[in-house]
């Protein structure tokens, strides 16, 4: 396995992972799964992070699965799909659930599991040449990557069966109106503007962020009841920190917070 395939990089609070197996569209081998997996822990776990951006190499953000290492793999392909849907599972369960927001870059297209992954931003930026499909049913799979429980919740359940059951690409500008991502923009202003967002976010309140997080995640399965007793927990908790304390003292000094 080579640290080349996942590459990470820090600007001040800020850690981008790029996908980097250009010539292969990005796609998710064994080894590539492995080390994405070895980088998300080690981002999420580093307190010295305070935002996450992930994005790809080249003019695909992610094809998903390298369908051609499921036909080669020793253990045939259930075996090898049941390790490497583990493997991408756990770098999205940490992803999900880092104290830490994330950003997502999608320079261009995303199908199968690089749909999944695309889609798990808190901010979601396309360029235009960015396109989305599920991809699943044109090879005999079904979906991976937790796009069956992610994609319902941003788009709705009637597009996310037509995008998942019929494997229409949907374009950047389609995918902007019908919140498969946050907005487009330019191509070559698709990494200042990712790091824009993810340095604003950063300088915020990171702990009070991820109680947000936590919540609108917890929403989908609340009743009303459940997710405001939710609420005045985050917010009792939060209220007790050092972060509500900058916040409120700042506020009374007329000033604006310092959180980092």
């Given at each position: 396995?080579?640290?080349?395939?996942?590459?990470?990089?820090?600007?001040g609070?800020?850690?981008?992972?790029?996908?980097?197996?250009?010539?292969?569209?990005?796609?998710?081998d064994?080894?590539?799964?492995?080390?994405?997996?070895?980088?998300?822990?080690?981002v999420?776990?580093?307190?010295?992070?305070?935002?996450?951006?992930?994005?790809?190499?080249?003019?695909?953000?992610?094809?998903?699965?390298?369908?051609?290492?499921?036909?080669?793999?020793?253990?045939?392909?259930?075996?090898?799909?049941?390790a490497?849907?583990?493997s991408?599972?756990?770098?999205?369960?940490?992803?999900?659930r880092?104290?830490?927001?994330?950003?997502?870059?999608?320079?261009?297209?995303?199908?199968?599991?690089?749909?999944?992954?695309?889609?798990?931003?808190?901010?979601?930026?396309?360029?235009?040449?960015a396109h989305?499909t599920?991809?699943?049913g044109?090879?005999?799979l079904?979906?991976d990557?937790?796009?069956?429980?992610?994609?319902?919740?941003?788009?709705?359940?009637?597009?996310?069966?037509?995008?998942?059951?019929?494997?229409?690409?949907?374009?950047?500008?389609?995918?902007?109106?019908?919140?498969?991502?946050?907005?487009?923009?330019?191509?070559?202003?698709?990494?200042?503007?990712?790091?824009?967002?993810a340095?604003?976010?950063?300088?915020?309140?990171?702990?009070?962020?991820?109680?947000?997080?936590a919540?609108l995640?917890?929403?989908?399965?609340?009743?009303?009841?459940?997710?405001?007793?939710l609420?005045?927990?985050?917010?009792?908790?939060?209220?007790?920190?050092?972060?509500?304390a900058?916040?409120?003292?700042?506020?009374?000094?007329?000033?604006?917070?310092?959180?980092?």
């Amino acid at each position: 396995m080579s640290d080349d395939l996942v590459l990470v990089e820090r600007r001040g609070a800020v850690a981008i992972v790029t996908l980097n197996r250009p010539a292969a569209g990005n796609t998710l081998d064994m080894p590539t799964a492995t080390r994405l997996e070895q980088v998300v822990a080690s981002v999420a776990g580093d307190a010295s992070v305070r935002c996450v951006v992930v994005t790809g190499t080249g003019k695909l953000f992610c094809g998903g699965g390298d369908v051609g290492s499921f036909g080669r793999a020793s253990e045939g392909p259930s075996a090898f799909l049941f390790a490497l849907a583990g493997s991408v599972h756990r770098s999205v369960l940490a992803l999900a659930r880092m104290g830490k927001p994330l950003v997502t870059l999608v320079n261009g297209p995303a199908a199968g599991a690089g749909l999944s992954l695309a889609i798990l931003g808190d901010v979601a930026l396309a360029a235009p040449s960015a396109h989305f499909t599920a991809a699943y049913g044109m090879v005999g799979l079904t979906p991976d990557g937790g796009m069956s429980w992610t994609l319902p919740r941003v788009v709705g359940l009637r597009r996310a069966q037509e995008i998942i059951l019929t494997n229409r690409r949907i374009g950047a500008d389609e995918a902007a109106q019908i919140g498969l991502v946050t907005r487009v923009v330019a191509a070559e202003a698709l990494l200042d503007e990712g790091l824009a967002v993810a340095e604003r976010l950063a300088q915020g309140p990171v702990g009070a962020i991820a109680g947000a997080r936590a919540l609108l995640a917890a929403s989908m399965q609340n009743d009303l009841a459940t997710q405001l007793d939710l609420e005045v927990v985050r917010i009792a908790d939060a209220g007790a920190g050092a972060e509500a304390a900058e916040g409120i003292a700042a506020f009374a000094e007329r000033r604006p917070p310092r959180f980092t």
